[in-house]
């Protein structure tokens, strides 16, 4: 029997799932580790704690299916993009990295602008400089932190510090690469003419790979952390989301997910280059070699019911955890209870400022419509389909863009609701496909690690091989209907209250 190891590391914690080469899910593994909020609208993780996780889950997920590990013929890796770690001369690192729902750094977004110029930037990354991409929280660092600057010898993005751990190699790939404002993403090349704008040493950056090129191998010092066999290949994997891509099928033009992890993604694979003149979706390298993608981001989709959860539900959490149950459950049970619309309550779901489509580090969430009718259920719906309305104004972006999109899946935890996924099909007015769920990250990191292992002949070949999808969900006309004037008022809602926004920001 062989395997394939997938290791996704996101934001709620780093998974560990073991396949075999069909795609069957043999042992899977999570651990969960804290994300610090130091500041308002600040977002940073100790990559110390990632590299705890992972060794724990690897090792647990080979405990548990009892894989002899020289039998795993491949690892790969998918991880939270954007993510700055920093690291010294010998390899330590420098300081919490800053995550890709950090807001800190529009004033440095603004600097790269000027720098390079606005219609530049676009045709060279085919983005303009966000927030939540990498450059600007380098320059951050160089700024607010010289002294660390300047003993910096690497920089890395979150899973390929996991890769240095593992390999001992400094590497990325191209579709996580294309986050940082720093690749030309049509050349899937480091962008000399970015870098020498920046004046960022292009010695810095990571070895630039395809996902699925085999980047090194498991170090004697790893398989002793781990549990892996040493010489173990590891290859590029690829950003958590066009690793879901490829753990999802989503490898041909008319295919897209949403993802309702710890952010909100929309994901729709393309054979060419298209990019938004506005900014307000992305457009990266796919994990595919010779295809892109456009994405859309919200910040925070998952960490809404998180948040809701952490600060209001700790009766729902222990008794979750008496029962055996997972918090969630009993929450989306609780939504269950409240009708469309909330009872006439609206949440915008900006806790972390927000990213697709409207671009405002300083934008806040807010409850619209709060009366002393309202109870819980209430709440926890309003926030459900919150979320869901804040995916559905990016897919809108996607279809005036004429991105084709005739194919949905869903993934990711918030996925394992069917209360979340039926509003999704009725807010989209379509169908949405539940995909292998909350594993597609792990899966695709897998595929990709069995095309560099020579597994597969192609990642198509490694989806045709591994990549099942469950039911579909249909969209229900009545509900549709009854949704729609909600969604219209919750467009409406951002544009009205922007400047008290800044305002807050300002006091
Ligand atoms: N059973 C569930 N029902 C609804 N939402 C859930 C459920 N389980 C997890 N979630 C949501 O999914 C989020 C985590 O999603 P996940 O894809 O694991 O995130 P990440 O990859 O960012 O770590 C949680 O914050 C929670 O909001
Ligand atoms: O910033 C983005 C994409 O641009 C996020 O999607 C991160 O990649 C984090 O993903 P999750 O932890 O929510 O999976």
Known sequence: MEYLLGIDLGTSGAKTVLFDTVGVPIASHTAAYPLRQPRN??????????????????????????ADPSSIRGVGLSGQMHGLVLLDAQGHVLRDAILWCDGRTQAQCDEITDAVGRERLLSITANPSLPGFTAGKILWVREHESERYERCRHILLPKDYIRYKLTGEFATEVSDASGMNLLDVRGRRWSGEILSALDIDPALLGRLYE???????????AAEATGLSPGTVVVGGAGDNAAAAVGTGVVDTGKAFTTLGTSGVIFAHADQVAIDPRGRVHTFCSAVPGAWTVMSCTLAA?????????NFCAAETEAAANLGLDPYEL??????RSPIGANRLVYLPYLMGERSPLLDSDARGAFIGLSAIHTKPDLIRAVLEGVVYAQRQCLDVFREMGVDVRDMAAC?????????RQMLADVYGCGVKTAASA??????AAILAGVGAGVYGSVAQGCAAAVRSGGVQAPDKTRSAAYEPYYRLFCEL???????????AGL
């Open 41 to 66: 609208g600040w977002a940073e993780q100790d990559p110390h704690d990632w590299w705890r996780a992972v060794q724990e889950t690897v090792g647990a997920v080979l405990a548990e299916s009892g």
């Open 211 to 221: 996902s699925c090129e085999v980047t090194g191998a498991v170090t004697h010092a």
């Open 302 to 310: 998952g960490l809404s019911l998180q948040w809701f959860r952490n």
């Open 331 to 336: 929450m989306t049970a609780q939504a269950e």
């Open 412 to 420: 990711g935890g918030g996925a394992r609701s069917p209360l979340w």
């Open 439 to 444: 594993e597609g990250p792990a899966l695709g």
């Open 494 to 504: 951002y544009p009205a209250l922007r400047g008290s926004f800044r305002t807050l």
